[in-house]
């Protein structure tokens, strides 16, 4: 069945659906009434016609600008900046971050042909220019080899910019046994060892 079929390729371009999954996913929609895929299609409709990027951090929002954006009660002298959008919302859940967020959609990464150009780089340097009320920015990229590579790159291209430049720290994880953390993990968290 061709319909069946290009519904299967479609699915698996999404991230973490592999072929079983988005077999599973068709098999729903065929059996599902009328209505739930109506709704389904619907939901994605209005989804891609009102979803937008907040003007400042880029992050996904309806309005002008996110939520966290339109806070003014946040500290404007605090910059996280993030590779994706989800990101955000970890940090949030914290409950310990005040200040405000730039996502860069993304990582450097030769390999993806993923360089500055398709990142939102040039907004941000273009963004901490025009704010001297920054005093400190978070570097919150993944710690991998792209995580990493792009941190670095901030750093060096930010640093003249603003007083403080930091990178989230990483390592053992509460609750986690020594012996069983790798020796990459171990070594981040001795390097980023903190004073008692």
């Known amino acids: 069945m061709k319909s069946f079929e290009r519904l299967i390729k479609a699915l698996r371009r999404l991230p973490g659906v592999g072929p079983r999954q988005a077999e ?32 400042r951090c880029f992050s996904y929002c309806e309005d002008e600008l996110c939520p966290v954006c339109a806070d003014q009660s946040r500290d404007a002298g605090l910059l996280c900046v993030v590779e994706e959008t989800q ?39 273009e963004r901490v220019k025009s704010s001297p009320e920054i005093r400190e920015i978070i570097i919150a990229t993944d710690p991998d080899t792209e995580g990493e590579a792009t941190a ?31 020796e990459m993990t171990l070594g981040y968290a001795i390097k980023g060892r903190t004073k008692l």
Do not use: W
């Open 24 to 55: 599973r996913f068709c098999t729903y929609f065929l059996r599902a009434p009328q209505s739930q895929a109506e709704e389904f299609i619907a939901a994605l409709r209005e989804l891609k016609e009102n979803v937008r990027m907040c003007s």
């Open 87 to 125: 990101d955000i919302e970890a940090i949030e859940k914290t409950k310990i971050f005040s200040g405000y967020y730039h996502v860069l959609h993304g990582a450097l990464s030769p390999i993806d042909s993923r360089g500055v150009d398709s990142l939102r780089i040039r907004e941000l340097v």
């Open 152 to 182: 670095l790159y901030l750093s060096r291209l930010l640093g003249p910019l603003v007083p403080s430049i930091s990178r989230i720290a990483y390592g053992v994880p509460l609750g986690g046994d020594l012996d069983y953390t790798d």
